[in-house]
């Protein structure tokens, strides 16, 4: 199944948040869906997704998780469970610990994107792309020298916010696909 819900509006405060909540819920096996759906719940056999690449998309887009539960359980428990997890970030938002780790791993992926190549035929395709999208989207191509800041700024009752306003049932999207 996929759950989708639509992400807030480019370089806002909320985008930012929305940005590190989606760190936090899809971060690979640290991340939350996955820790409680797959290691300790046992009721998924992967739970992954998130925003695809924050910095080209200019219009609307969503947040998407994918889980794949197990044949045992129902696409119903899988998405209680989920909500779960949701509810949990809405009611409690997130630790100061936990902030701190979501900044620091975001500037670490932040400047390994400006490093990054394309193998030996594009290097630094990273910075270029980043480069790209500020000058076709924002007219500010300089923004690749302080986009970070405003990640970097994002405070615990901001991301909690943002998951109640963002977050909410009658604004995803799902889709169940069975075999």
Known sequence: MA????????RTADWCAMALLDQALHGGR??????????EKQIAVEADGGIDDISDIT?????????????EYSSDAALTAFDVVIRE?????ISVDELEQLKVKWRSDYYATLEGGRGGYMPKYGLMHLLACFTLFDN???????ILDGF??????????AA??????E???????RP
């Open 89 to 93: 970030v809405q009611q409690n938002g």
């Open 140 to 146: 500010e191509p300089q923004l690749v020298n302080t």
């Open 59 to 71: 219009g609307p887009t969503q947040m998407t998780t994918r889980i794949l539960h197990k044949p």
């Open 152 to 161: 970097l700024a994002v405070t615990r009752e901001e991301i909690q916010a």
């Open 3 to 10: 759950i989708g819900y639509v992400m807030p509006k480019r």
């Open 30 to 39: 640290a991340g939350r869906l996955h820790r409680e759906l797959v290691l």
């Open 164 to 169: 109640k306003k963002y977050l909410r049932n």
């Open 171 to 177: 604004k995803r999207a799902i889709v169940s696909a």
